[in-house]
């Protein structure tokens, strides 16, 4: 087993207080950043205060209204998790950024290793969202239900708005804020903090990856992709666990976003076939061959004497 270094808690400030410290400061950040955001995309598309009741539709029907609402969820995305979780961390902890790493940054062949084990996670992840969506909630909870697939139909739309590139700049752009930006300030709050945080408190590595891959899908709040984004969470923090460099984390997450966005973007060239999106309908031997090298490529991962070699 693969051991994390000891950390200083005599350095560290006491995890329940840094939890509630680190997350008001992400609800102020949140707050300030969708302020800014909204107020860009009202200055941008020429808008008034009229039309901010029916907001989401008017901007999409806005000449600029793409690039008004990227640029928006870039400024609230920077704000809310990489000017917050920076803030934290040199400011209130007074540590440096290469605090986060006990290990040196793997080899190439790790983190191949690493863009493989995800590939081949793609088709269970479909399979768990098909089981998700199609979960029943109690007949006492159908007006959550019902509240819950309205916000989903409404992410999806708006989701659908902008993945839909007119422009090699607003592919770029998009791989930018969608990937970079969210690759970089979720794991750097989520692995790099709060995972950090609940391994001080618990002193159970397991324990701490779960947890954090659970608050991090939550707060996405999307019900129907609750349990495959948690997954993806967890991957996340055990390939932080094992390689001990939060680098590792944050190109895995970029890897995952781009990959999808650039799928996406093959689909409406019509370069690639739609079905390529639809894994729910995945049969059953290429899910099995997939989740067999899925399991194969992380047990090779923790076993490989290079890799322990390499971290050491």
């Not at 949140?30 to 901010?52: P, T």
């Not at 752009?173 to 945080?197: D, H, M, N, S, Y």
């Amino acid at each position: 087993m693969i051991k994390i270094a000891n950390l200083d808690n005599s350095k560290e400030r006491p995890p329940l207080s840094s939890l509630l410290l680190l997350l008001g400061i992400v609800l102020l950040s949140m707050v300030f950043g969708n302020f800014i955001g909204g107020a860009f995309m009202l200055f941008i598309c020429k808008l008034g205060f009229n039309d901010i009741s029916n907001l989401n539709a008017t901007i999409m029907s806005s000449k600029n209204g793409w690039w008004a609402m990227m640029i928006a969820q870039g400024l609230a995305s920077f704000l809310t998790f990489i000017a917050a979780g920076t803030f934290y961390w040199r400011v209130v902890e007074k540590k440096r950024m290469n605090d986060f790493n006990w290990r040196k940054f793997p080899p190439l062949k790790t983190l191949t290793i690493i863009f493989l084990i995800q590939i081949c996670f793609i088709p269970l992840s479909g399979w768990i969202q098909n089981l998700n969506e199609n979960m029943d909630l109690p007949d006492f909870l159908e007006p959550v239900e019902r509240f819950m697939k309205s916000m989903e139909d409404n992410l999806a739309e708006l989701t659908k708005f902008i993945t839909t590139f007119n422009s090699n700049a607003q592919l770029f752009t998009a791989l930018l804020i969608i990937a970079v930006f969210a690759g970089v300030g979720e794991e750097l709050v989520f692995r790099g903090i709060v995972q950090r945080k609940f391994y001080i408190a618990f002193k159970n590595p397991h324990l701490a990856i779960w947890l954090s891959a659970f608050i991090f899908s939550a707060i996405h709040l999307q019900f129907y992709g609750f349990f495959p984004r948690m997954l993806l969470g967890a991957m996340f923090g055990y390939f932080y666990f094992w390689t001990g460099n939060l680098w590792v984390p944050i190109l895995g997450h970029i890897f995952n976003n781009g990959l999808a966005l650039i799928l996406i973007h093959l689909v409406h060239l019509k370069k690639v076939s739609p079905d390529v999106e639809k894994l729910d309908i995945i049969p059953l031997p290429i899910l099995l061959i997939s989740f067999t090298l899925f399991a194969s490529l992380i047990y090779y991962l923790t076993k490989s004497e290079n890799f322990e070699n390499s971290n050491e």
